[in-house]
């Protein structure tokens, strides 16, 4: 447990940091020391396990209204004595209420208070998990945070006998068996079909390893005070994007204040490399596209994409001073094949003064070269890296931990780092850290990564013309968190017109304008 800090008042504390409990994702140290100086300040445990249980129980009422019969497996702590004070309330709302003890010699003192009311109040108390199978919600109440070890018995063959059971199961907390750091599980684990995270999200919860596990995830707020929050920053759910986003263009604007981009992108393999890259770029407003590929492509690309300008390999230009680029971004990447180191070289040579966004073909040849060529050449880039391209750029980053490793390489590397997956996280140098909450197994396709280098580049073009100066790492970090949440999105409204296999790259590329007209809609209801 990290030491106990004196708690203050918002009054004393003065400027108090970013900090938002609804997105904010801890570690069991941080949130052990937030609670310790909630109870410092005078707080009572017993108070604080009334507040998290009441708040647990009505929450339950909604997401489970027709559930009669409730069957609860307790541990011997709090986390245990959190689900017997939700065990009371049921009870006292006529419900039934079935208890197992898996340890009834070993419980701490509160939570054997609460066992014992409960007895008290008519609640069952049964020897055998069996007894549990006419249950029509399990309630997982054998261990919170902190847990270092795998399962032993009883609560190992109590965590089989639930997986098994199938009956829907709430996990208080996280399920029980869940590193609350990684994601990952001490040899074996509850499956919840709801996890309700208490105070504030655990990073071990929207890891990508513990999406088998948890469910769907809400958080219950038991009203954690401004002052007790972690001293250093933490990493957080892309729940708002809409600060991310540019702004919409002023009604005098032409296209040269909307940005102009420079895709190098496809080779004679991987021509549709060169289209889905562009189609991902037209989708972001952005103001001009000149797309580089070789000259056997220009006709494919212009029959897609009438309105980008092409010039083939030898028609990469030497840049003119920094005042007279004609780009405002660069991405680079997508279908590269085996020109990709030579087309690198050429670009850290001569236009290493703007931003890059670097995919596929461009993180192997940045690999092969060293990512540390991007501070050497002073690129600020943003990295969009799937877990094979990652391990080649950063061969000596653990993946233990994939929230800790994006944050290890953007500080290596001094560019935002995009660690693309089912929970994608954006990760900036300067410890700012974003997960993308939502997203959709139909994007697991070729192409889909190629749609997003566009998206993305489009995006960083926009907010560099409108800015009208250099962009800082800060922006970067929007534009890349606005097209993975963006992009993920459109996927998720395709599913649900087109069904899974529907989202194919060229689809979810023209499906974007539509899908941010959508969600603009959502946000202003």
Not at 14 to 20: H, Q
Not at 408 to 420: D, F, M, P
């Amino acid at each position: 447990m990290t030491a106990m800090t004196e708690p203050h008042s918002p009054q004393r504390r003065g400027a108090l940091p970013l900090f938002d409990p609804s997105t904010a994702l801890v570690s069991s140290a941080q949130m052990r020391c937030l609670e310790e100086q909630i109870f410092a300040a005078g707080m009572p445990v017993a108070a604080l396990m009334e507040k998290v249980g009441l708040a647990v129980f009505a929450q339950l009422r909604q997401d489970f209204p027709h559930a009669q019969r409730i069957g609860i497996l307790c541990g011997t702590g709090h986390n245990g004595g959190d689900g017997l004070v939700v065990g009371r309330e049921l009870r006292l709302a006529q419900k039934e209420v079935k208890v197992w003890l898996g340890k009834p010699d070993d419980l701490k003192p509160l939570t054997a208070d609460h066992a014992r009311y409960l007895r008290a109040l008519g609640a069952e108390f049964v020897d055998r998990l069996e007894e549990l199978a006419d249950c029509d919600l399990l309630i997982d109440a054998l261990f919170g945070i902190g847990l270092n070890r795998p399962l032993g018995d009883p609560w190992a063959k109590a965590v089989e006998w639930a997986n098994g059971s199938g009956i829907p199961i709430l996990s208080l907390d996280l399920p029980s068996g869940l590193n609350d750091q990684t994601g990952k599980i001490w040899g074996c684990c509850i499956r919840a079909s709801h996890t309700y995270a208490l105070g504030l999200w655990k990073r071990g919860l929207w890891q990508e390893a513990a999406l088998p596990w948890v469910g769907q995830l809400r958080r219950i707020d038991f009203g954690i005070p401004p002052w007790a929050c972690p001293a250093e920053a933490v990493p957080q759910l892309l729940l708002q994007p809409w600060p991310h986003f540019p702004p919409d263009p002023p009604l005098d604007t032409h296209k040269y204040r909307q940005g102009s981009l420079l895709l190098v992108a496809g080779s004679t393999a991987y021509a549709g490399a060169a289209v889905l890259a562009g189609l991902g770029s037209r989708a972001s407003g952005v103001g001009m596209v000149t797309l580089v590929a070789p000259a056997e492509l220009k006709e494919l690309i212009h029959s897609a994409l009438p309105e980008v300008l092409v010039h083939h390999w030898e028609g990469i230009p030497s840049l003119p001073p920094v005042a007279e680029k004609p780009f405002q971004a660069v991405a680079v990447g997508p279908g590269l094949g085996e020109t990709r180191q030579l087309l690198l070289e050429i670009l850290l040579r001569d236009w290493a003064g703007i931003p890059w966004v670097i995919d596929a073909d461009g993180l192997n040849a940045l690999a092969e070269m060293g990512v540390e060529r991007l501070p050497e050449n002073g690129i600020q880039a943003i990295l969009t890296p799937h877990l094979g391209e990652f391990r080649r750029l950063f061969p000596g980053i653990s993946l233990e931990d994939r929230l800790e490793a994006a944050q290890k390489a953007a500080a290596q590397s001094g560019a935002v780092v995009v660690l693309k997956g089912a929970r994608t996280i954006i990760a900036s140098p300067t410890g700012e850290c974003w997960v993308n909450p939502e997203s959709t197994p139909a994007l697991a396709r070729g192409g889909s990564g190629d749609v997003l280098t566009g998206l993305i580049g489009g995006l960083v073009a926009r907010r560099r013309a409108q800015l009208g100066q250099a962009m800082g790492i800060s922006e970067l970090l929007s534009c890349a968190c606005a097209g993975v949440w963006w992009h993920a999105q459109a996927a998720i409204q395709l599913v649900g017109e087109r069904g899974p296999t529907g989202v194919d790259p060229v689809h979810l590329a023209e499906h974007l304008p539509k899908a941010l007209q959508i969600l603009r809609g959502q946000k202003s209801v």
